[in-house]
């Protein structure tokens, strides 16, 4: 697809759903049906849609709108943590290590099968069985292929118990249960598809959830189709159906909302958010998210290994130069592994663009001439033209840095392998806690190459060993005392920033235009992705 094809007609997603094929150019203007609602956004980065193995931006939009997880978040207010969710209340032993959760009791799967503990429990240990990327979310509690099912039991047909292997904030415990890796999946559904596998070749493509929505159809990189569940214990969504197309180009998006062929379009540029300003039948929603845009230098490297080429690198990013240009009004400035807006916020910026600062830790390094390197980045707005930007300043300095785009999936398949070299990436927080950004960018315990269960760590992805780094995170994990556990997060970030192979860049503000007749629709929070159960169109 590109900016060049004006006739681009809409996708058989929406012609199934009822919505008639218009081009993009001519005088009528489309509406789509009131009861379904049409969402254009890039979900090239889905690798999987099985709930136990996503770990992708766009991958949760859809699963947390398709599964229940075992704790939730309040759409209006994320930032306050977990709320009941399938697990109507809970008890903690008094050593702090033995949970007791009750099932609410009444939730039916798409399927028709009720939910009960055995669900619960299966999904709990087949999440840590399959040892897939989010596999470390659970194992911050000590799970772990060998003794979940002893550590994850069945107590009765509403009851089941978790044991941790550390008295750890209760708060962190169940904040960590609302992401996407506390999906409870239809035991008995998923059974029926297991093979070998425990159904995941079957859940990339099918779902087992007891959501707001049941997925209708999913063709990756293209389009994914979900239908209103009536039976939701949480009540019966508004919208009928909720289609996702993927459109990559901004300018494609802001024709088709224009024209009303879509209802919200998530990835404009700023000049076409300030064109769309003007337009009475769309109004600009701006939700600060927790996405982190980062530069990982990989430390296999024999030159990016050296500490004064990561410095090098953090003065040669033109910081306010990209957010006074296209980066305008959709990234704020952020040097901090931690979102603004979370406990242990870091709100201090050290690094300008400084070339000359640059170059005297190169020659320190021992290369005043630069070098020649690859970047890996993906291949869309504003990801590819933040890597042009460092790839110019980087120049001054001698550097010689070699882009390579591609789709999201292949970056983050390479980089998951520790293969890359340079790579700029973006990360989000999984649950309301500052662990859940700690535990990646300061964590690696275990850098050995074999260690595949910590590919959600980023600093192993980027071959980091930092076994003292690593102790004071795990050490903040267990401080009880709020004060003392967020002034941990702060100095662990202060020293992150100076000695991390990491150049934290900004924070995203997404900008969607949405159409003036929709309300109640959240496109996300730091902590939250987009929720459409709320959603109403007049």
Known sequence: MGDTAPMRLLST????AGVAAVALTGPASAQTPR????????????????????????????????????????????????????????TLSADGLVYTFKVRDGIKFHSGNALSAADAVYSLQRAVKLKKTPVFILANFGLNEGNVDANVKQTGPLEFTLTVDKPYAPSFVLNCLTAMIASVVDSKLVMQNAGTDMGNGWLKQNSAGSGA?????????????????????????????????????????????ERGDIDVASNLQPQDITALRSNANIKIQDSLKGYIAYIALNQKHPILSKPQ???????????DGMHATFLKDQFIPHQAFLPLTFPGELKEKPYTLNVAKAKELLAAAG??????????????????????????????AGIKVNIIPAESRQVLTKYRARQHE?????????????????????????????????????????????????AKTAAALLERDGEKRVQMYIDIQREFQKTAPFA????????????????????????????????TKS
């Not at 890039?42 to 075992?70: A, M, R, T």
């Not at 074999?450 to 760590?457: F, I, R, S």
């Open 13 to 16: 997603a929406l012609l199934a």
């Open 35 to 90: 009861t379904t609602f049409v969402v254009a956004d890039k979900i090239d980065d889905i690798v999987s849609i099985d709930p136990h193995e996503s770990f992708e931006f766009s991958g949760s939009n859809l699963i947390h709108n398709v599964y229940d997880q075992l704790f939730v978040l309040d759409p209006q207010n994320p930032a306050a943590g977990f709320k009941p969710g399938v697990v109507e209340s809970y």
């Open 213 to 257: 929505f049941r997925l209708v159809r999913y063709q990756p990189s293209e389009s994914w189709t979900i239908e209103r569940n009536d039976n939701w214990w949480r009540g019966k969504p508004q919208m009928q159906r909720v289609i996702m197309r993927h459109v990559p180009e901004p300018g494609t998006q802001r024709l088709l909302v």
């Open 309 to 319: 080429v990561a410095e090098a690198v953090k003065w040669l990013i033109d910081y």
């Open 367 to 396: 290369h005043p001439n630069g070098f020649e390197i690859n970047l890996d980045v993906r291949n869309n707005f504003p990801f590819q033209n933040m890597a042009e930007a460092f790839q110019a300043t980087a120049a001054q």
């Open 422 to 470: 340079l790579v700029l990436q973006s990360w989000g927080p999984d649950y309301s806690d500052p662990h859940t950004n700690a535990d990646t960018f300061a964590s690696n315990p275990n850098n050995d190459d074999t260690a595949t269960t910590n590919v959600g760590k980023l600093a192993w992805r980027t071959a980091w060993g930092i076994p003292a780094l690593s």
């Open 504 to 535: 934290i860049i900004n924070q995203q503000i997404v900008q969607s235009a949405v159409r003036r007749n929709v309300d109640g629709y959240i496109s996300g929070a730091p902590v939250m992705p987009a929720v459409y159960w709320q959603a």
